[in-house]
């Protein structure tokens, strides 16, 4: 963003192309000469640099005035700052990534593969909240600390695979993980969302346990049971046959998830499809938002020195090229 401090300055430029027809006029009026007998020797001679250069300074002038006119209307360039007045919201994501998170019910790839892009839909559609990663199976890990940095984060959404230890789902200690990286937070809001296929049925701390403790700390839980209803294709890997599929029932706890969720003042909700995920998401985005404030500004800083002395060389160039070498006469 540019400006000018003193605009009107800028009428000088009207200065310019006025020397340039007074050097034209005058040009046509002062034709000096010598009176030769015969031409024929200097028809081969090569003009000098001094003839070819001998409108430089002219130009250099008219550069000259252009550029100090311009310096002394001030220009400024700006640039565009905003600080934010309010604080985002802290969200921890929660997924599940149990081996029955293979099943390819939710076409047309598995629910693992269709849970990373919700979320990563997800965070690209926020905006100045933090957010982080945790994942569970048997266990819950922490892939991610809260962050604004959505770049590395959906980056880490993607790498997110198949547990190949820690056989199990353990809703209630990936809640836990979730609260302990959300406990600290000075958040105006606070909020976990749990992604799951199954049920609790490891680690020490229950689903409901665990909601209790999110609730202690002002914390809101959305649950999303993901798969469809009835029975769900699973790959295994036969070493007689290959790849083959077997089918095996949809077992997610419902029950304890929307007790979970209620007791934390959040929602649960069923997602049977890839695009049903992304409307649940959609959802929660909603329901999730912050109001913020935020004061524009703008920074200036002077640009006039980048063409005064720059002009100021110009004229000077001018003046000694004018007075010696390129000097006319009369």
């Known amino acids: ?32 000469g010598v009176t030769y007998s015969d031409l024929g020797l200097l028809k081969g001679l090569r003009p000098s640099w001094a003839v070819r250069m001998r409108h430089l300074p002219l130009a250099l002038r008219a550069g000259a005035v252009a550029l100090l006119v311009v310096a002394v209307a001030r220009p400024q360039a700006g640039s565009a700052h905003e600080e934010i007045l309010t604080r985002g919201i802290d969200i921890v994501l929660a997924m599940d990534n149990s081996t029955s998170m293979a099943a390819e019910d939710l076409k047309p790839r598995n629910r693992l593969v269709v849970a990373r892009d919700a979320v990563s839909s997800f965070i690209e559609g926020r905006k100045n909240d ?14 991610c600390p809260l962050t604004l940095d959505y770049n590395v984060l959906r980056e880490l959404v993607g790498r997110v ?58 914390i809101r839980v959305y649950t999303i049971g993901v798969g469809t209803k009835g029975e769900a294709p699973y790959p295994i890997q036969d070493p007689l046959l290959g790849r ?23 929602e649960y909700y069923r997602a049977t499809d890839a695009s049903s995920l992304q409307e649940i998401f959609g959802r929660i985005d909603a329901l999730e938002k912050t109001e913020l404030k935020v004061r524009h500004y703008t920074r200036y800083r002077e640009l006039f020195p980048w063409l005064l002395w720059p002009g100021v060389a110009l004229g000077f160039v001018e003046l000694t090229l004018a007075g010696t070498r390129l000097r006319r006469i009369p």
């Open 1 to 32: 963003m540019i400006r000018m401090m003193s605009p009107w300055m800028l009428l000088g430029l009207l200065a310019v192309p006025a020397i340039i027809i007074r050097a034209w006029l005058a040009s046509r009026r002062l034709k000096a």
């Open 130 to 143: 933090r957010i982080g990663l945790v994942v569970f199976a048997g266990r819950g890990y922490t892939r």
């Open 161 to 218: 695979e198949l547990a190949t230890q820690d056989e199990g789902t353990a809703i209630g200690m990936g809640m836990v993980t979730a609260v302990n990286r959300l406990r600290d937070s000075d958040a105006r809001s606070r909020v976990i969302i749990l992604l799951t296929d199954g049920r609790n049925n490891r680690g020490e701390i229950d689903p409901t346990t665990a909601a209790q403790l999110a609730k202690s700390f002002g």
């Open 244 to 266: 083959r599929y077997v089918y095996m029932k949809a077992d997610i706890d419902e029950e304890t998830l929307t007790a979970v969720a209620r007791a934390t003042g959040g």
